[in-house]
């Protein structure tokens, strides 16, 4: 079985509520100290053997994965995850204002608001990445009323044109 398998069987495992919420907060807390020292250390490129990678970062291997999981997205070259092995070699270049805007799609606030960021990212840069998630992700109305102007172009409104 692969480290991604394991690792979704492990995160979708059957818990308690209470178990469920202990490993949850377990996981969430090693991820938040693997951010905090890639962004203070400013460090883009994790690469070598993810066993020696997943060790330096306190996770174990199958952990590891689930974190190459969550950042594979704000990745320059995503990662077969499928592919993974203790011994595989990685080489994960992370683009940081991918990284950012997928925390915020995440609603991941104890990672978008690490203090870190503030060596990373300037205020402006964020605020043009969270502007640009907010015009991303605008509720857009397709209905057509009928007193709006005809989709046909006539001038006119629905009611009178197509609508009728």
């Known amino acids: 079985m692969s480290l991604y ?3 979704k069987k492990l995160a979708e495992q059957p818990r308690s509520q209470q178990e469920y919420e202990a490993f949850w907060a377990d996981y969430f807390q090693k991820e938040k100290d693997n951010y905090s020292k890639i962004l203070e250390n400013k460090k883009s490129i994790i690469s070598g053997k ?3 990678a997943a060790n330096e970062y306190g996770m174990s291997p199958v952990e590891f994965t689930g974190f190459i ?3 594979n997205t704000s990745l320059e070259t995503q990662v077969d995850l499928e592919s993974l092995t203790e011994d ?3 080489e994960l270049k992370i683009v940081f204002e991918n990284l950012y805007y997928n925390m915020i799609d995440a609603k991941a606030d104890w990672l978008y608001n690490l203090p870190e960021w ?3 990212l300037t205020i402006e840069q964020r ?3 969270r502007k640009k998630y907010n015009e991303d992700h605008i509720a857009v109305r397709t209905k057509v009323g009928r007193n709006d102007p005809c989709v046909c172009g006539s001038g006119k409104k629905y009611k009178k044109c197509c609508g009728a």
Do not use: H, V
């Open 5 to 7: 398998e394991q690792w």
């Open 50 to 52: 993810l066993s020696d």
């Open 69 to 71: 999981d969550g950042i």
């Open 88 to 90: 595989s070699e990685i």
């Open 118 to 120: 503030d060596n990373i």
């Open 127 to 129: 605020k043009e990445i």
